[in-house]
């Protein structure tokens, strides 16, 4: 069975800095993969999501992730944080021949310091 | 608006007591899914529909029971065997059940136990 780790819990930036969340996959072949935003109380909303091809695939909201099949990572990225982008980012995987059920990953809130 | 409603907001349920929750969506999708959310576990899946009057068990069924009798409508039963209820649930539709399919995810209804 597919998991997903996202390793930091908390992460802090000021608003103008880089940001980049991390996502490591476990699974067999190349997975579905996505990254979707949660702000509080709220549903989640997609990102962005990649299944195969290029594997730096571009979001809504500036954000861009990275697919490395080496590394079985889909790190997300966005080169200056504004401070309505401070929310919950979750990162899922989904397994070809398995419908589409997503395994998610435990999130890392995002806090933007002015 | 094309959306996916969830009802009500705030759930309370009392010992014993079996409670509904209600999701609604009006964008002609043929899958629904059902979440359950704890703090720092993110999103475990609890049943999810492809078709009318059809639906399956997820990772965390127990305590839960669900009917698709309209295509619009994807009620979620917590019932007195779910010992520990208190969650954020969330309800998700996709246009298909394939998978890579992109589920929309509704604003969630918080349960709590008196």
């Known amino acids: 069975a597919q998991s997903v780790t996202q390793p930091d819990i908390h992460i802090t930036v000021s608003e103008g800095a880089s940001l980049e969340l991390r996502c490591n996959y476990s699974y067999g072949a190349t997975p579905y993969l996505f990254w979707y935003v949660q702000s509080p109380g709220q549903g989640l909303q997609l990102l962005l999501k990649?299944?195969?091809?290029?594997?730096l695939v571009q979001g809504i909201k500036g954000f861009e992730a990275e697919f490395k099949r080496s590394q079985s990572s889909f790190n997300l990225r966005k080169p200056s944080v504004h401070w309505s982008d401070a929310a919950e980012y979750f990162c899922?995987?989904?397994?070809?021949?398995?419908?589409?059920?997503?395994?998610f990953g435990t999130g890392t809130q995002l806090k933007v310091e002015l | 608006d094309g959306g996916i409603t969830q009802s009500p907001k705030y759930l309370f349920r009392k010992e014993g007591q079996n409670v509904t929750l209600s999701c609604e969506q009006n964008l002609n999708h043929d899958a629904m899914y059902w979440y359950r959310q704890d703090p720092g576990q993110g999103l475990r899946l609890i049943y999810y529909s492809q078709i009318v009057n059809d639906f399956q068990k997820g990772d965390i069924a127990e305590g839960y029971s669900v009917s698709r009798e309209k295509k619009e409508s994807f009620p979620l039963t917590v019932t007195s065997a779910q010992k520990n209820p208190t969650a954020f649930y969330l309800c998700?539709?996709?246009?298909?059940?394939?998978?890579?399919?992109?589920?929309?995810f509704g604003p969630g209804t918080r349960l709590l136990v008196l």
């Open positions: 990649y299944f195969s091809g290029d594997t």
């Open positions: 998700a539709s996709s246009t298909y059940s394939g998978v890579g399919e992109t589920q929309y």
């Open positions: 899922a995987v989904g397994a070809p021949g398995g419908g589409n059920k997503l395994t």
